[in-house]
T-cell receptor, first 115, second 115 residues
């Protein structure tokens, strides 16, 4: 079945520097890749997503890139700020045998922004 | 105007007890989910319902029984609670579009502690 691996599990960066989180997936049929942010004690919330017909998408300081050939996608955060500290989850969507879609989640990356 | 709500927010109970968690969404979505998030922050899908029909039923002990009285509600009943059930349980909802890929909106979570 589909497997999504996420690295690193913890990332500590200096405020103002960039952060990159990487995910790989196994099912070449996956075609939707969202990223969720979960602040401490809060619910996961979608921050950006990308579909397989696009190689890159940007929204202010965050961007996501997708390499379908290599089956990996990455989240890039530039000019990091203290409020970027959170756990970030990647996911990949695959079609099940019953034609329903299911998100397969990465294990999460704890991003720490050092002042 | 909360989109996805859960009750209770906190639940502390003894081993062996039976408890229920309720979830409601006012987004008009067709699909609802239950996730378990353990202390390592991994998001594990438990169940998914689409228009009151169970479509995803992952490997979960049969002590866990979901129930969807209508498409706006998805409740989770847990029998004979065990220490290992301690976790945060998130409800989520999404809307199937033409692309069949959709954002999941999470509830605030229910923090369950089994003593």
């Amino acid at each position: 079945g589909e497997n999504v691996e996420q690295h690193p599990s913890t990332l500590s960066v200096q405020e103002g520097d960039s952060a990159v989180i990487k995910c790989t997936y196994s099912d070449s049929a996956s075609n939707y890749f969202p990223w969720y942010k979960q602040e401490l004690g809060k619910r996961p919330q979608l921050i950006i997503d990308i579909r397989s017909n696009v190689g890159e998408k940007k929204d202010q300081r965050i961007a996501v890139t997708l390499n379908k050939t290599a089956k990996h996608f990455s989240l890039h955060i530039t000019e990091t700020q203290p409020e970027d500290s959170a756990v970030y989850f990647c996911a990949a969507s695959r079609e099940r045998k019953d034609s329903n879609y299911q998100l397969i989640w990465g294990a999460g990356t704890k991003l720490i922004i050092k002042p | 105007d909360t989109a996805v709500s859960q009750t209770p927010k906190y639940l502390v109970t003894q081993m062996g007890n039976d408890k229920s968690i309720k979830c409601e969404q006012n987004l008009g979505h067709d699909t609802m989910y239950w996730y378990k998030q353990d202390s390592k922050k991994f998001l594990k899908i438990m169940f998914s319902y689409n228009n009151k029909e169970l479509i995803i039923n992952e490997t979960v002990p049969n002590r866990f029984s979901p129930k969807s009285p209508d498409k706006a509600h998805l409740n989770l009943h847990i029998n004979s609670l065990e220490l290992g059930d301690s976790a945060v349980y998130f409800c989520a909802s999404s809307q199937r579009g033409l692309a069949k890929q959709e954002t999941q909106y999470f509830g605030p979570g229910t923090r369950l502690l089994v003593l």
